[in-house]
């Protein structure tokens, strides 16, 4: 390429000032034309563009600078080793992936300290300890962690908290991932959640609702350091820690039903999930014992409700320390509703009896539940497994 004024080259059409000057730079030219032959030039900013949303210390840099960074080059290497289609922002083509689910037969829920722990107004609120290990032999392992929010420019609704519902639908991700699909819709991420069958329809409201859960997901960034942990478990490594967003994904388009849908590329395996297989600290169940429809709606509160009566029926299962009891208050503390009336805290009530009812008759799952009392106000349950 003798001539590197480029102005008048198609490629040139609709450029930035930024990616105009990185092309018609007479040092950068030669290293930056396999890329434009290869992806075109919007396509290869946008993908510099995904680089950065995965590698914040990237941020700020220009094209020239990255196209020096050497560190950046080997980043861009591995992406496109890893994904090889367009990034999510190309305006080349129309690319669409044909999507190929996977019906998971178990559901799997991280059971670590930070995974009970993350949805109690934990975010942004820097660095936390949890004492992950307290015994006389071993003394208090901590393990030090913080969630930050980076998605300024993405516009959710709700709270920026990551919530109980959050949760199950990120365990409902891992749960996907474990079985093979590294391409989620919507759709799967909620039957999944649900127990539900492939064919059976999500509404939009849901859908929006787990698209609304991913996104705040792909932007909220947690760091664990856990070294002291796993050395304590005894896992042999020197340094044991993570830095990545919860869940590192990006919108791609699939054709699913003869129809273009959104769906979420998985990048790499989830993190709350990777740190709970790595210290075996992870439940599995059936995944039908999350079909509930036959005792009650699936909202977010019951979503929230389920997971959290199955995490501590689990560990009163495999902990005989644990008390068979529960709280109602406790169970509204920990998916975070605020009961303001009687009638909503009855009707809540019934939802619960509602579903361990159902886990008797059909599941066995457990063998019966009483409510308890403190007078003659109802406290709470009582577990019989």
């Known amino acids: 390429m003798e001539n590197n004024d480029i102005s008048e080259n198609k490629f040139a059409e609709g450029l930035t000032d930024e990616e105009m000057e990185f092309l018609s730079s007479s040092t950068e030219i030669g290293k930056a034309w396999e890329d434009i032959i290869s992806f075109g030039i919007k396509a290869y900013s946008a993908e ?19 196209n020096d960074d050497e560190d950046f080059q080997q980043a861009l290497k591995e992406h496109r080793a890893k994904y090889p ?38 975010a942004n609120k820097g660095n ?9 032999k071993k003394g208090e392992i901590v393990t030090y962690n913080s969630l930050t929010y980076e998605g300024k420019d993405i516009s959710i609704t709700g709270r920026y908290e990551f919530t109980a519902y959050d949760r199950a639908i990120h365990n409902a991700v891992c749960t996907l991932y474990a079985a093979g699909n590294d391409i989620l819709t919507p759709a799967m991420v909620y039957r999944a ?16 609702a787990v698209k609304n859960s991913l996104d705040k997901s792909r932007f909220m960034r ?26 590192e994904a990006r919108v791609i388009t699939v054709e699913a039903g003869g129809n273009k849908v959104d769906a979420y590329k998985i990048h ?30 699936n909202t977010e509160e019951i979503i929230s409700i389920k ?18 009891k529960i ?53 709470g349950i009582e577990i019989f497994y």
């Open 48 to 66: 510099v563009d995904d680089i950065k949303e995965l590698y914040p210390e990237f941020q700020g840099k220009t094209l020239k600078q990255l």
């Open 85 to 122: 289609a367009l990034p999510k922002n190309s305006e080349i083509s129309d690319v669409i992936e044909t999507l190929h689910s996977i019906i998971p037969e178990t559901f799997y829920i991280t059971n670590n300290r930070l995974s009970n722990e993350i949805t109690k107004d934990f």
């Open 128 to 136: 936390k300890e949890l004492a992950v290990i307290n015994s006389n």
């Open 193 to 208: 959640v649900n127990g539900m069958s492939e064919n059976e329809k999500v509404s939009p409201q849901a859908m929006e």
């Open 222 to 247: 947690l760091k664990v350091d856990y070294t002291d942990e796993a050395k304590a478990r005894n896992i042999n490594v020197d340094k044991a820690e993570i830095d990545s967003n919860l869940l």
């Open 268 to 297: 790499a395996t989830p993190v709350l999930y990777q740190y709970s297989q790595r210290t075996k600290q992870i439940i599995s169940i059936p995944l039908g014992l999350l079909d509930t429809k036959e005792a009650t709606r």
């Open 307 to 324: 997971e959290y009566l199955i995490r501590r029926i689990e560990i009163m299962k495999r902990e005989k320390c644990m008390e068979d």
């Open 327 to 379: 709280l109602y208050d406790t169970i509204f503390d920990e998916i975070g509703i605020i009961i303001k009336s009687q009638k909503q805290r009855d009707r809540m009530r019934g939802y619960i009896k509602s579903l361990l009812s159902l886990w008797i008759t059909r599941d066995k799952y457990i063998k019966d539940f009483k409510e308890y009392k403190d007078g003659k106000i109802t406290k």
